[in-house]
């Protein structure tokens, strides 16, 4: 109930007690509320006009740094006698230092300046809007407003680099680049003998061949080095995710896509970015720092999703991907995800899959016992067999223990090349 | 600041309306008068913000009742002006939990306390004008009263409507 209807209805009680009792006592003591009543709404405050500008330190952060938010309110209005201010945040944001609340006094044409420190979890954040509620000196009287100002925020996945990913995708681009392109040319590694022929550098020729034969003599041949189109598609589906008492694995997962899009964009790579969850999020593939942007943003408002459409991978099309090209997969795996894949590697794509290992993973949440470790050993023997009929299939798996950061766990298997048809 | 303000209201308040009370021979209602006034403290202390407004309904009608009963006037005002001055308080408390620690709310909390004790200051003196001047309860004053009362209430409707 307001304030000033429950004063109102004892100063009627009153006045009404005194008029039926012909008593002037009640009339005399409903005087101070009666004051006290019109005080408050003389003093009350008009339609209100606040301007209001917030900055932030940062518009793209990590997930330990801080960011300050800084705001300023201006009256343009009457003065304010008591102005209460929430700068409106997202639950998932974390106030280290400041509030985000304060209560002040702003006559007219005044500012207030107040600034906080935030920090959080990755995620796409909006500062829309900052509530404001002005009231009279004794609090009867209020008007409320929201008022609109428009920041985002973009907390990016945090990972650790890693130094350098051997892929051998059976079709390349035309640029040069570092990966083998199965095609002689001007490079460092070795791809051939042929011939020697008019042109060719004395320091091409292969003295040890040659020495063979008699009437001619032979040049090595060197593989040309170029950048590829790699395909890195995230898993965010519920069913692969979420374990034990909603604990998710997912966090691991953006840290390893974002981990390996960096890296393969350092090579030179073209890479696009595959978001498979209740949804499908697609960043068209890009070159350099701009499409390492993109991939981050992307990576930024990644969430796990729940849809029984796309509860398998069957929606995970090869016109997505140029043909032939690298595809990156990081899935925990689901037994019903074998054929896809194996579809996908028969259409002539080099698929790689980074699998962060969920038996180890939920095995660390539950409690131990006799059954759960049978449970975990069946679990195990399940995926290592769907592990042995994907490399079967000529898919590169790379199990990935999340205790263990990505580039120490799985940096030296990546940098390895891995001989496949 | 306003704990002190606050806390020395309530034990005034309770403490004006008993000895009212006491004085015209009701020991016994004194007692429970400061019984309340013990229980508004501890709802001070474990912040049960809600008992203000109650507590105020109680001492208004307890002064109310005072008056009916031809007690001596001044300390029923009394209680009944500073049970509204600790209401008052009181709120204004709850208002400052939205305060942060930087803010200025010194400034404010002497801005707010001075103009409370100024109007409850002038509301008294006031009240005791009323009670002085001694004018004859015609028909005319009723009426008056009456469209007065019937006006309010209108603007009560109004604002409930809203």
């Known amino acids: 109930m307001s304030r000033s209807i429950f004063l109102s209805a004892f100063i009627y009680g009153l006045l009404l007690a005194g008029i039926v009792s012909l008593r002037g006592e009640f009339i005399a003591l409903a005087i101070p509320f009666l004051l006290y009543l019109l005080y408050g709404f003389w003093s009350a405050p008009e339609s209100f006009n606040l301007h209001v500008e917030r900055s932030l330190s940062n518009d793209r952060i990590t997930p330990e740094s801080e960011l300050v938010v800084t705001v300023t309110i201006t009256n343009q209005g009457a003065d304010i006698e008591e102005l209460a201010l929430e700068d409106v945040i997202s639950p998932n944001l974390t106030i280290r230092l400041g509030s985000t609340r304060h209560l002040l006094r702003l006559p007219k044409g005044s500012s207030h300046t107040f600034a906080y420190t935030v920090t ?12 404001a509620r ?24 945090e990972f650790r680099k890693l130094k350098h990913i051997s892929i051998r995708p059976r079709r390349t681009r035309l640029y040069a680049g570092s990966i083998p392109a199965r095609v002689s040319g001007a490079g460092i590694e070795f791809f051939g003998v042929r011939e020697y022929q008019f042109g060719d550098s004395p320091r091409t020729i292969n003295w040890r061949v040659s020495a063979r034969h008699d009437e001619n003599l032979y040049s090595n041949e060197y593989q040309q080095e170029r950048v590829a189109d790699v395909g890195i598609v995230l898993d965010a589906r519920a069913s692969v995710n979420m374990f034990h008492a909603d604990h998710s ?31 499908l999020g697609w960043t068209l593939p890009g070159y350099g720092k701009i499409q390492r942007e993109r991939i981050m943003q992307t990576l930024a408002r990644a969430q796990v999703g729940v849809s029984s459409v796309f509860a398998g991978l069957e929606h995970l099309s090869p016109r997505m991907f140029p043909p032939e090209s690298q595809i990156v997969l990081v899935s925990s795996l689901l037994n019903a995800d074998l054929n896809v894949l194996i579809q996908l590697r028969g259409r002539g794509y080099q698929v790689m899959i980074i699998s962060p290992d969920p038996v180890k993973f939920e095995l660390g949440l539950l409690p131990p016992s006799k059954e759960v470790e049978m449970a ?18 000529g898919i590169h798996v790379i199990e990935w223990n999340v205790d263990i950061p990505l580039d120490q766990a799985v940096g030296p298997l990546l940098m390895r090349q891995k001989r496949v048809l | 600041m306003t704990l002190s303000a606050l806390l020395v209201s309530i034990v005034f308040a309770s403490a004006s309306l008993a000895w009212g009370y006491f004085r015209s021979g009701f020991g016994l209602y004194a007692i429970w008068i400061l019984i309340f006034g013990a229980v508004w403290l501890l709802a001070v202390w474990r912040k049960w913000n809600w008992y203000s407004s109650i507590a105020l309904l109680i001492y208004i009608v307890v002064a109310a009742l005072g008056l009916w009963f031809e007690f001596n006037s001044s300390w029923m005002f009394a209680g009944g002006m500073l049970a509204l001055f600790a209401w008052d308080v009181s709120d204004l408390r ?9 803010d200025d709310t010194r400034e404010l909390k ?19 004008i009323t009670l002085s001047l001694r004018v004859q309860f015609t028909f005319e004053w009723v009426a008056v009263f009456v469209i007065i009362a019937l006006l309010g209430l209108g603007q009560l409707v109004r604002w409930l409507r809203r």
């Open chain 1, 120 to 131: 959080g979890p990755r995620g796409s954040y909006v500062f829309d809007s900052i509530y």
């Open chain 1, 134 to 157: 002005a009231t009279d000196t004794f609090g009867l009287i209020r008007r409320e407003q929201t008022l609109r100002s428009d920041e985002r925020l973009l907390i990016f996945p």
């Open chain 1, 249 to 279: 694995i997912f966090e691991h997962k953006v840290s390893a896509a974002a981990a390996l899009s960096d890296a393969f964009l350092s090579q030179g790579n073209r890479v696009g970015l595959f978001v498979y969850s209740g949804f």
């Open chain 1, 376 to 393: 975990a050993r069946v679990v195990r023997v399940e995926r290592d067999l769907l592990i042995l009929r994907l490399e079967r299939a």
């Open chain 2, 94 to 102: 709850r208002r400052l939990y939205w305060s942060a620690k930087d």
């Open chain 2, 110 to 128: 002497r801005h707010h306390l001075i103009r409370i004790s100024l109007l409850a200051l002038f509301s008294f003196m006031l009240a005791f």
